[in-house]
């Protein structure tokens, strides 16, 4: 099975630091590439940098239906592009937040996500209602920390993290954490150590779920939402 | 009063059919441009031409800041790039959808989109949702027209229009009809005629929202979710 | 264009107070009168003066629409009566705690209440549920104050608002605030610069909301929830 | 223990048909009054009607008060008055559409109303909202049936709720319905043995409610929402 | 009239401590038989006690039906076979948390679960979402004692609903109290003096309302949800 | 990795037809047990029938856990016992309802539950609930077979399931096919070839659910809903 991870921003060595992770947890006989677009933001810090980054994911969908990947994963935890891409392409595609919320409510009652900035939690709040599970989110905790913040300071980062989730495991009852950006991949065992809850890494839970999806064969729904697009000159 | 109303997709026709409506409805003093990007999708029938569109709309509002416009309206019924341009822009900016689902709130109890395509009814859903206003939606019923038919039968797009919102209103229950599509501009007093009910324009709804909030000199909120995003090479 | 305010409570100065703000946000050609019924509770800080006020507010619709208004304003944040207005009125009727609502949900994305008393809570939050947006409300935070304070201690009443509101913006990440009293005309710009967020006054809302209905023709729909009562000795 | 039940309406035959049925419902040791206000409507047929009756509702609660009743019963299934009635009486006051609501809950997952008009859909599940419980509320069937039929010609309103109820049962999969006039009072038992289902009589579910409450000792709650009203000249 | 209560655990002192005080508030002509499964949990401080003690309680159910009762309530407040005892018995049955939360909906705006320990908070959210109420509920307050505490130490158990009754009051603006356990038996009137809030015995509560529903001849619903088990050997 | 595959029920048929499909989805590695409880009901149509198979299915779990299994399915789309499950096993327990769900979601907008039973309409929604994702839940279609249909008569219960499926898919706009019995198994293939949608084989899903969070070393939250249970004597 060939899985095509897509890296929404620019930033290669964040790219690189996912294909280093993710390929521990593949399973035997899943060829995985990370790749990221040609061009667009470097990183995804405002719902603005989102929107300039959909261009470049839904070409490397596209791209990637060419060559016949059989399942894709969108690894910005805004899920950028995400319903348009399952119109585009008859293989499942994965957002990666998608992903941990789901996971997360098979392992506690209520989840928390730890995200990025304090800016985001509208667009961490749109997210949850569109997949439907905001009865079983406790809170969208920020740690102050900038995505770039993940590649450079990762001590930083992490000691954020924790401080984030121990208020949500403290004040908003969370059984659960959601690691809230791509950038944070592989942060998810110290974590685990430090604060005794499951921490959900979201690209590895995105890859665990287009695992299963594909193994069993299941497709995108291609009746009503997700209908092929009629190509046009654009 | 400068009111910036950008027309997401690059169809000509539609946007000047745009302009020769809204004229009519501008209070005294406000001076309007409707405009469209110079390059995207010709029409946006699907979610990945509205992601297409994004990086178009969004540059229509930098430079609409930079002209100093007062206020902006996105004039697709998808409200594409709605909250990135609120992000952008300290001036006030509407999409139709909402507006003309608030407009609908105050004249019924219930209302319903008479949208294009029924493959975009989880689309409307995500939006209603995203305003928050679930409970007075009574349905999504499509006329099962594409974007363009707007602009080149319009006969035929009105005929399917009453058909769908006859069925709105008796099977559903609807009060007040939100016209789904900014190219079903100006078709709303027929269809009052014709159906008995308030029929919402959506583009005309938006302007005198727009209109309404610069006259009492109201702007964007700037402290968590629409911050001004970081500039960054892209 | 000729609008008709009600103050549902028969304190004059209100009444007054009310006048003189509207008249400097009023459109070129829209005519305004602001009145208050003949009796009923002076002011209305329980559920129960409300209660006792809605004779009057329905008296002063229907001579309204003998006068052949284009359109009324409800001029009390519990929109008392709104809804049976809409069932006696062809022409829109419009509360001013849903146009403050809608207002701030275009200009942010939570919005806080600030109410007069904390008994109101409830009140508020009904409120909040029949115009659907729960989820946009972030929360209601009383003031303090009973309603005849505003007209006569101005200073001490912008003073606790400044304080609720600080609250709501640190405490419940509100991004926008509605003043939730007819009373508190007119402070907007002052709490707007202390604490910079935008502040809706909500009779100013109201006004430009029900503008923007007559201008483009709307009518209340009368097919179903707003149907005309059938006349009967009471 | 002595218990008011108010007829909001002015026509004293319904007051006099829910007098002579309750008797029968009524615990051993429940003495009962049953009355209407002086003035007002004379039946309730729309939210203009349910407004103006209002006033004598809360006049009959203030007399009750004064004459020292243990709890009191707004019996018109729209809930006149219902929260200011509790602001005034620190005695239970119950509605009838209230307690019929959880009564049907207790004895099936889903209930539909069986209402007057069709124009009262919204304000039923205004009422549902209310209380809070619209995931077990099937639908409101209207039976086209005014309040004054249900005194005036009982078959005919009889074999509409039949006609209504089959509806409910079959399309909306209600498994109890609640009767949503008190005008309908005892054609419960026939609608039982035609439709196979529990049906509830509002004023007897309400009078069993209010028993209860009242042999427990039990007092509305005083502390926020239905403080006791500061009293003024009005 | 005869009503079996039914102690889900297998500890005769709360069999017999309930026992004590329901009879105080029985209705004239209501007799009552409290009883516990012969096997099962001591004492139910788990979702894992709970799985176990239902095979006990629907035998209960089972010999009350054979017994001709002509109504049954589970004193426990997870209501704990709830909705199959309903399956088996035409006869109606009510749980304690049901019957507490419709109690106290009619004496405040928003109640609070005072519950037994912190680990039942996600147990107490899904009995509320069943009953379809999560708007009226404001929180639920753990006191931090065990079920056979409320056996044990009285003193302790009271003061430490006080304490969690006192928060629950003015963090989350709880009017009304409902006390989460059927051990907590016969502290209602002592909280109600120290808190000033009605508190809610959920036994008492119950029995109020199945005497209610008994007295009006009504049954379980048998169409749909309820419908009779077919036998089996099992 | 070790999973232990519980069906609840004692038909041993059953246990194997899910043991002989599963096989062939178990990723390289995979080792599955597929059991029944010693006694029990022999199947599950009603909820009477699983609250009396709890007690076998959570001996199946004790028993795991001293075999030191990886992660247990509980294979009945009603879940029965899940969260008590959870409570006692630190290693992750996957019901096969809540699974197919998720999956579902990842593969179009809105699905559809094929249910054995008309009776079971309310369960299952009870479940979408518990799993917080109502808004994604189109409907529940019963196909009107019996479990025990599903092992003797698999052509009828073919057939029955492709009609629910195609008014789930025409009435109700669903976009994905749950299958609602574990009986169902191996039924997806055939079923997605005739209605053209995605179908969910719910064991299968949860296999590579579990597999998923096994192999990322995801463990069960221990801290608040999921605490272990005291030992006690029962």
Redesign the interface.
């Known amino acids: 099975m060939r899985i095509k991870i897509i890296n929404p921003n620019?930033c290669k060595e964040m790219t690189e630091s996912i294909a280093k992770v993710v390929v521990n947890?593949a399973?035997?006989?899943t060829e995985i590439v990370v790749t990221n677009p040609k061009?667009?933001?470097?990183?995804i810090?405002?719902?603005?940098?989102?929107?300039?980054s959909?261009?470049g994911v839904?070409e490397e969908i596209k791209s990637g239906i060419a060559d016949k990947y059989d399942g894709f994963i969108i690894a910005c935890f805004n899920d950028p592009?995400l319903?348009?891409a399952r119109?585009?392409s008859i293989a499942?595609v994965?957002g990666i937040a998608?992903?941990s919320f789901?996971?997360a409510?098979?392992?506690?009652?209520?989840f928390s996500i730890l995200s990025n900035l304090?800016?985001e939690?509208?667009?961490m709040w749109?997210l949850v209602?569109?997949?439907?599970?905001?009865?079983?989110c406790a809170s969208v905790r920020p740690a102050g920390v900038e995505v770039l913040d993940c590649e450079n300071d990762r001590t930083a980062v992490k000691n954020a993290l924790i401080q984030a989730g121990r208020l949500a495991?403290k004040k908003d009852?969370a059984?659960?954490l959601c690691l809230g950006c791509a950038g944070m991949v592989n942060l998810d065992?110290d974590l685990e150590i430090e604060l005794?809850?499951?921490v959900?890494?979201p690209v590895?839970?995105a890859l665990?779920?287009i695992?299963?999806?594909i193994?069993?064969?299941?497709?995108?729904?291609?009746?009503?939402?997700?209908?092929l697009?009629?190509s046009?000159?654009?």
Do not use: W
Not at 45 to 52: G, H, K, R
Not at 105 to 110: D, F, K, Q, S, T
């Open positions: 620019t947890y399973a035997p006989g061009s667009g933001p470097f990183t810090d405002s719902l603005y940098d989102e929107a300039l959909l261009k839904l592009g319903f348009a119109e585009l499942p994965v998608e992903a789901f996971a409510c098979m392992l506690g009652y209520r304090n800016s939690e509208a667009a749109e209602k569109r997949y439907g599970i905001e009865s079983r495991i009852r059984e659960v065992k005794g809850v499951p959900i890494d590895v839970a665990k779920a695992e299963g999806l193994s069993c064969g299941k497709k995108t729904s291609k009746i009503l939402s997700f209908r697009p009629k046009k000159d654009s």
